[in-house]
């Protein structure tokens, strides 16, 4: 019976990893299609965000089972809660590409993104991509210093993101109103995207220490460690 237990355990883990690969292979996709105004790659990420859905309410489903049959305390208990937590993560992670799609989809044939911002959208999509990539490993491994890496690489997509404020806020913005309110929210929809993918990593070092990721940054160092 317990090892059907942690084998069930396992497979809660291994549902998240599979979400992760999911919604990061989703938003590089919806990348390139929001670049290249590809509907037909635009609606292919629409249509699979609908498989990242149905393996949260699956994992859900197997959570809440264990909680109800199995009553698990201490460590086991903190893997179930976190676990549903970082399942709404990338759930939601997974809406987000989709968003990106769909504006894609909304202005094709034209394209959403001007061109002289193509490097920028390019630049957060991949970075989305790879914070996610490094949120599934952490899961995996359950390395919290990579985990912790997350929130500095996070770093990276606020200044990008930053960056593309600045070309709306330029005089010389020329693109009209509607081009400044999509390119608005895509980098609503990026930024958002890294917050998840690093509040996954952030869940998995309070699982495996205890403790939030906050408080271990910020904790004072021993002298001579």
Same mark, same amino acid.
């Given at each position: 019976?317990? &090892?059907?237990?942690?084998?069930?355990?396992?497979?809660?883990?291994?549902?998240?990893?599979?979400?992760?690969?999911?919604?990061?292979?989703?938003?590089?996709?919806?990348?390139?299609?929001?670049?290249?105004? @590809?509907?037909?790659?635009?609606?292919?990420?629409?249509?699979?965000?609908?498989?990242?859905?149905?393996?949260?309410?699956?994992?859900?489903?197997?959570?809440?089972?264990?909680?109800?049959?199995?009553?698990?305390?201490?460590?086991?208990?903190?893997?179930?809660?976190?676990?549903?937590?970082?399942? +709404?993560?990338?759930?939601?992670?997974?809406?987000?590409?989709?968003?990106?799609?769909?504006?894609?989809?909304?202005?094709?044939?034209?394209?959403?993104?001007?061109? @002289?911002?193509?490097?920028?959208?390019?630049?957060?999509?991949?970075? +989305?991509?790879?914070?996610?990539?490094?949120?599934?490993?952490?899961?995996?491994?359950?390395?919290? &210093?990579?985990?912790?890496?997350?929130?500095? &690489?996070?770093? +990276?997509? &606020?200044?990008?993101?930053?960056?593309?404020?600045?070309?709306?806020?330029?005089?010389?913005?020329?693109?009209?109103?509607?081009?400044?309110?999509?390119?608005?929210?895509?980098?609503?929809?990026?930024?958002?995207?890294? @917050?998840?993918?690093?509040?996954?990593?952030?869940?998995?070092?309070?699982?495996?220490?205890?403790?939030?990721?906050?408080?271990?940054?910020?904790?004072?160092?021993?002298?001579? +460690?």
């Amino acid at each position: 019976m317990r &090892d059907a237990y942690h084998e069930e355990l396992d497979s809660i883990g291994e549902g998240l990893v599979e979400m992760a690969r999911l919604v990061g292979s989703a938003i590089g996709r919806a990348t390139t299609a929001i670049l290249d105004s @590809d509907l037909k790659l635009a609606e292919s990420v629409i249509a699979a965000d609908q498989k990242v859905d149905d393996l949260q309410h699956d994992l859900e489903a197997r959570a809440i089972t264990l909680l109800a049959r199995q009553q698990p305390v201490a460590t086991d208990l903190r893997i179930v809660v976190t676990s549903l937590r970082m399942s +709404a993560d990338l759930e939601r992670s997974g809406d987000l590409a989709q968003h990106v799609a769909k504006l894609a989809r909304l202005r094709f044939p034209d394209r959403a993104i001007p061109q @002289d911002l193509h490097a920028t959208i390019l630049e957060m999509g991949q970075l +989305a991509q790879r914070l996610m990539a490094k949120a599934a490993e952490v899961i995996i491994t359950k390395d919290v &210093d990579l985990a912790l890496q997350l929130e500095q &690489d996070d770093d +990276a997509m &606020d200044l990008l993101h930053r960056t593309l404020f600045q070309h709306l806020l330029d005089d010389r913005w020329k693109h009209g109103i509607e081009t400044a309110v999509d390119v608005t929210l895509l980098g609503r929809y990026y930024e958002r995207f890294a @917050d998840h993918a690093v509040s996954v990593a952030n869940r998995m070092v309070y699982l495996v220490t205890g403790e939030h990721a906050d408080e271990l940054q910020t904790a004072p160092q021993v002298e001579g +460690a």
